[in-house]
Structures are given as C-alpha cells and as structure tokens.
C-alpha cells in the first residue's frame, strides 16, 4: 500500500502565522493528492484537490503544492478558525491511503 | 442540495456483524462514487472501500476479506457490511462522494460485549 507520512503531527502556531505542513508518499503517485481539514467533532471538509486545486469556498489563504512524492499545504496568515487537523490523501493507488494528520494547536 | 446520511446500529457485540446504510439525496448513485471511510476514536481517517457509480466495488486490501459494499439505487442507497467486529473497529464510519466534497455526518459504531 502506498504510505503517506505527514510532517509535523503537530504545530504550536499563531494567528497570522505561516503555516507550512508536508506530506510525503511512498511512491510517486502523480498529483492525486487531495488535502482535508477536520475540525473537532465534524467530518472532514474537502480544501484541495488534486495536489493545488482549491476546492469551492475555500479561503485563498489555503495553498497546495508538489507532484509525485512530496506535497504541501500551506496557510498564509492563520485565522483561529483554522484550528484543525489535516490531512492528506492519496487516490492514485487502491487502496486510497490517508496520512496520519497534522494538528494544529494555539501557542 | 447534495446530502448522505449515515445509519446504523451504534452497538455491536464483538465478532458480530455490522451494518450501515448511506441515504444520498440530490444525485444519483448512478453518476457519483461513494465511498466509506472511518475514524477510531482520537485516531486518523482509514478508506474503507467504494461503489462506483457503474456499480463496481473496490475495497482496503486490510478490510477485504470481512468488508461488503453494495447499493439499491432506486432508494438511493449504499450499505456498508463488515464482519467479525472486534473492539478496534470502534470509531465513526463516514459516507463521502462528489470527490470528497461532501460528507456525511458520520455514525458512531461501539462494538463492545
């Protein structure tokens, strides 16, 4: 199966800080990466697809990059409401695999 | 508007069988995937498997010999049936389609004696 291990599995941040987590696949698995945000006690909301395509609705401040094995998300200017864990997931390979999640936590 | 719904039993004894049901309304099962993915309590997301929109099922390769997915499109919905529960298959079980867009509510599954 194809791993995907994120980096960090948590950060300490600030409102209006630049936020920049990882994602790193197993194997090259094109752009098939989408990213999701899950706050506590809700589903997961889509944010990107397809590596750097924000999903409808999504703030600009969401950006996501790379190709292959190694992805990123990166949130310019956190707001509070961005507090969450995030995750990715890769769709290139059955099974579609997960990382484990990056949480996001207030200094 | 695009909905699913899950449902389902909230208990189940260990080594017994469990079963949920995804309600969609606002597409068809027939143009949209569907697929299961879920959550242990305090622990990340798993995929669990899909029903294509042309009726095919693929599974996690980890759950495939105890999960079942299928459909009954004219009520519009896809069942999830996983057997031999054991206590870590507690957690919340998703529905999701439209790519992820959107996601249910989720159901809590407690499989405990």
């Known amino acids: 199966n194809t791993v995907m291990t994120q980096s960090p599995t948590s950060m300490f941040i600030s409102v209006g800080d630049r936020v920049t987590m990882n994602c790193k696949a197993s194997q090259n698995v094109g752009t098939n990466v989408d990213w999701y945000q899950q706050k506590t006690g809700q589903s997961p909301k889509l944010l990107i697809y397809g590596a750097s395509n924000r999903y409808t609705g999504v703030p600009d401040r969401f950006t996501g990059s790379g190709s292959g094995t190694d992805f990123t998300l990166t949130i310019s200017n956190m707001q509070a409401e961005d507090l969450a864990v995030y995750y990715c997931l890769q769709y290139n390979y059955n099974p579609w695999t997960f990382g484990g999640g990056t949480k996001l936590e207030l200094k | 508007q695009v909905q699913l719904t899950e449902s389902g039993p909230g208990l189940v004894h260990p080594s017994e069988t469990l079963s949920l049901t995804c309600t969609v309304s606002g597409f068809s099962l027939t143009g949209y995937s569907v697929y299961w993915v879920r959550q242990p309590s305090g622990k990340g997301l798993e995929w669990m498997g899909r029903?294509?929109?042309?009726?095919?099922?693929s599974y996690n390769s980890a759950l495939k010999s105890r999960l079942s997915i299928s459909r009954d499109t004219s009520k519009n919905q896809v069942f999830l049936k996983m057997n031999s529960l054991q206590t870590d298959d507690t957690g919340t079980y998703y529905c999701t389609s439209y790519n992820g867009a959107y996601w249910g509510q989720g159901t809590l599954v407690t499989v405990s004696s």
């Open positions: 029903m294509r929109y042309n009726g095919d099922t």
